[in-house]
């Protein structure tokens, strides 16, 4: 919706130049952006410089078994992922997207490989690398989703074990409670939630906003 103070600043914005400093100010919110996502984002050059990776990016990359960043360039730690990940960059510079699962140390990290050209048909020199999300209960999103349908701690507890895939009784055991206290608390999550199961419950989760954690504040 367009109000009167928006449409003002929208006119304001239209009659200013071009110039660097705005687009510097405009790569700089878009840094903040990408960086309030939960999933993991990079940019690096064709020969695998890192350009810019937002928060979740880097926290992966400091605790990921499989892939890392040394020297300002992604440093793969196994040869099978080291060649899967060589394949499609290949691809990318071409101009085709692909998914690929990097494995080192029976761990797995699977990331969308995507190139980041303006014209079709040319090789590109940017590409994309877009890092799966470990779990679908990791979203900061996940604490308005409570506090919109009105979920007490404890049934945010049993979602996110319901989303880890958890059974009743494997949840009953985790909590320390009875299973039909866990099952009490699943029919008040659908009822809550209007699921018709935890199926649905599930899929509602899946589908929220990739919003990250937001940081503490600092204590004084």
């Known amino acids: ?3 009167p103070q928006n449409a003002r600043f929208l006119d304001a914005s239209r009659s200013q130049p071009f110039s660097e400093a705005a687009s510097d100010a405009k790569s700089a919110l878009l840094g903040l952006l990408v960086d309030e996502l939960s999933n993991g984002m990079l940019v690096i050059s064709a020969q695998g410089r890192i350009l810019h990776a937002n928060l979740a990016a880097r926290s992966e990359l400091e605790r990921s078994v499989v892939i890392k960043e040394k020297g300002g360039e992604l440093h793969l730690l196994s040869s099978a992922a080291s060649k899967a990940f060589q394949e499609a960059t290949e ?3 071409s ?3 692909s998914l690929v699962t990097l ?4 761990m797995n990290a699977t990331m969308s490989v995507v190139p980041l050209s303006a014209q079709s048909g040319t090789l590109c020199e940017h590409i994309a690398l877009f890092l799966s999300r470990a779990s679908v209960c990791e979203s900061g999103i996940l604490g308005c989703f409570a506090r919109s349908y009105g979920l007490t701690l404890t049934e945010q507890r049993v979602l996110v074990f319901l989303c880890h895939c958890l059974s009743t009784p494997e949840i009953a055991i985790q ?5 039909s206290t866990v099952r009490s608390h699943v029919r008040s999550l659908c009822i ?11 899929q509602r ?6 919003l990250s954690v937001q940081p503490l504040a600092p204590v004084h």
């Not at 494995?103 to 029976?106: I, P």
């Not at 989760?205 to 990739?210: D, I, M, R």
Request: contains cysteine; proline residues 6%; aromatic residues 0%.
């Open 205 to 210: 989760v899946a589908v929220l906003p990739p």
């Open 1 to 3: 919706m367009r109000t």
């Open 175 to 179: 909590m320390k409670i009875a299973v």
């Open 103 to 106: 494995s080192a140390d029976d």
């Open 91 to 93: 691809k990318a510079i």
């Open 95 to 97: 101009g085709q997207r």
């Open 192 to 202: 809550k939630t209007s699921c018709c199961g935890v199926r649905e419950l599930i």
